[in-house]
């Protein structure tokens, strides 16, 4: 089984700064994309960052100057730090992977984790 644990989410003032977490688990035999997606009510959800084996980050617009992913291979893990942050940046923040287990390739979520940035 394969899990993906969201950690860091919280209430900030905007201009402020939230580090994100998220660690993959279970019989993963490698992992091809891990990133962040956010989901803000009403709203679809919308690519943040993310980050491919081997390939260059790829960010959102609206994020992008202000946020950085980083990820450990060794791991499992995907941060995203967030800052400056801004109102219209609250959202439920998921983890995702595109990863290779015992199971075969698929895509995986996290159950996300809530941010809300006041004004």
């Known amino acids: 089984q394969v899990q993906l644990v969201e950690s860091g989410g919280g209430l900030v003032q905007a201009g402020g700064s939230l580090r994100l977490s998220c660690v993959a688990s279970?019989?993963?035999?490698?992992?091809?994309?891990m990133g962040w997606y956010r989901q803000a009510p009403g709203k679809q959800r919308e690519l943040v960052a993310a980050?491919?084996?081997?390939?260059?980050?790829n960010y959102a617009d609206s994020v992008k100057g202000r946020s950085t992913i980083s990820r450990d291979n060794a791991k499992n893990t995907v941060d995203l730090q967030m800052n400056s942050l801004k109102p219209e940046d609250t959202a439920v923040y998921y983890c995702?992977?595109?990863?290779?287990?015992?199971?075969?390739?698929?895509?995986?979520w996290g159950q996300g984790t809530q941010v809300n940035v006041s004004s």
């Open positions: 980050v491919p084996s081997g390939g260059s980050t």
């Open positions: 279970g019989s993963i035999s490698s992992i091809n994309v």
């Open positions: 995702y992977a595109n990863l290779r287990s015992v199971y075969g390739t698929y895509n995986y």
